[in-house]
């Protein structure tokens, strides 16, 4: 092979060597692309997903609340009759604490705007032991407040310091504890507590409104009588737009 030949050789050899390198540069310019469009995307959604989930902040004002004789309690702004938000809860049921939690602030606030009526059901779904005995304690004591904005405090209060399923909870005096450190100024609410006055008359009221909405578990909540997907009474922003829309 002569000189010139194998110098034209190993240009050919050099060109496709620095062409290969620029498709390995190109091949990795877009893969480090792709990571970050996908990355971005990823941060986007979780933004997203957080900004969804998060609970509303407390407006600091509350509309009327108000005890009925059969256990419910209503908060709405004078003359406000719809749209209905109806909560059937249970204070030992765990999911009920995390709804609470999530959206419990968001139908405040829908009151105190005056755009919704939340209806409140206490009820007790649970059949056996602990958490039986640990609601009907609970449900009993708060049907011992007669004064609404003591009886949301004392809603709070329960969710707040909700014991385990597996163990005996929501004694007389804790009861009694979180009852005064919520306000709760009834003169015989000790005395209610501990004596459980009214268990009998809230396992009556539960069995009743679990047959009448055919209920399979708590929460359950209702916009105008139609049960609300967990999609949307557990996410803020959409049980908002729900309830607003509602309102329309």
Not at 63 to 85: L, Q
């Amino acid at each position: 092979m002569s000189k010139r030949t194998s110098e034209a050789a190993r240009a050919r050899i050099a060109a496709q060597r620095e062409t290969l390198r620029k498709q390995e540069q190109r091949k990795r310019i877009t893969m480090i692309v792709t990571i970050a469009v996908i990355v971005v995307i990823a941060a986007a959604f979780t933004v997203w997903s957080v900004r969804q989930g998060t609970a509303e902040e407390a407006s600091g004002g509350v509309a009327p609340v108000t005890v009925e004789k059969d256990g419910t309690v209503v908060m709405a702004k004078s003359g406000v009759t719809k749209p209905v938000v109806d909560v059937f809860e249970d204070f030992q049921c765990p999911a009920c604490k995390q709804f609470e939690e999530t959206s419990g602030s968001t139908l405040k606030n829908l009151a105190a705007e005056g755009k919704a009526k939340v209806v409140y059901h206490p009820i007790t779904i649970f059949t056996q032991e602990p958490t039986k005995g640990n609601s009907l304690r609970a449900a009993s004591a708060a049907r011992c407040i007669t004064d609404g904005r003591q009886w949301l405090a004392f809603h709070d209060a329960l969710y707040k310091n909700q014991p385990s399923e597996t163990v005996t909870g929501f004694s007389a005096d804790e009861l009694i504890k979180w009852g005064k450190d919520a306000g709760v100024t009834a003169e015989d609410f000790d005395n209610c507590v501990r004596q459980q006055r009214n268990v009998a008359a809230h396992q009556q009221f539960s069995a009743q409104t679990m047959s009448a909405q055919k209920l399979t578990g708590t929460p359950t909540v209702k916009l105008d009588g139609k049960e609300l997907d967990t999609n949307v009474a557990f996410v803020p922003s959409s049980l908002r737009d729900a309830v607003e829309s509602a309102g329309k």
